[in-house]
């Protein structure tokens, strides 16, 4: 355990020189000035989620890096790991779909991920198998910042918006 944590802070300290811009650097950023021995006690642990998976493209040294997740709060639809869902995050979406559209031979606005789960993507928001205007649509909080309440017609509007989008109606 101590050698991964100390392996994390070094990877950390390194990403702060040389930042690479791939979603789970602010994740491993955080362990940046941190202690391997402060964190072996078991009880005073505090953990939310533990989430590991791969990504479907080895980093540029050959390594298949493993995105590993300890941390609290996670956002749905962040994809940079900024621990806000916005307009950056949802036009990552866009652009993921625009240069991966025809991975499966179909242009139709949606990239299927085809070993879902081995394939993971940080665009998949709803987790689906399938990045699409859904996952878009899923990177915004739900109804309108200015309400407390979701009305039918916010609901109509978003539907109809993703549906332009993907370029075909929405299921319920």
């Known amino acids: 355990m101590f ?4 392996d994390l802070i070094d990877r950390a300290i390194f990403l702060d020189q040389f930042p690479t811009g791939l979603p789970e650097e602010g994740i491993i950023t955080e362990w ?10 078991p009880d005073r642990w505090a953990i939310t989620a533990l989430l590991g998976t791969s990504y479907t493209v080895s980093d540029p ?10 941390f ?10 900024d621990a806000e869902a916005d307009a950056g ?10 240069d991966n559209d025809d991975r499966d031979g179909v242009i139709d606005g949606r990239v299927v991920l085809t070993e879902f789960a081995r394939d993971f993507s940080v665009f998949d ?17 739900p109804g309108d910042l200015d309400e407390a309440v979701v ?19 929405v299921p319920l």
């Open 3 to 6: 050698e991964a944590l100390d």
């Open 32 to 41: 940046q000035n941190k202690d391997a021995d402060d964190f072996l006690l």
């Open 61 to 70: 040294s050959g390594e298949y890096f493993v995105w590993t997740d300890i």
């Open 72 to 81: 609290p709060g996670a956002v749905r639809g962040d994809n940079d790991g």
């Open 89 to 98: 995050d949802r036009q990552r979406v866009v652009q993921y779909i625009l």
């Open 125 to 141: 928001a709803n987790h689906s198998g399938v990045v699409d205007g859904l996952d878009q649509l899923l990177v915004s909080p």
């Open 151 to 169: 009305g039918q017609a916010q609901v109509s509007r978003r539907r109809q918006g993703v549906a332009d989008s993907i370029g075909g109606a």
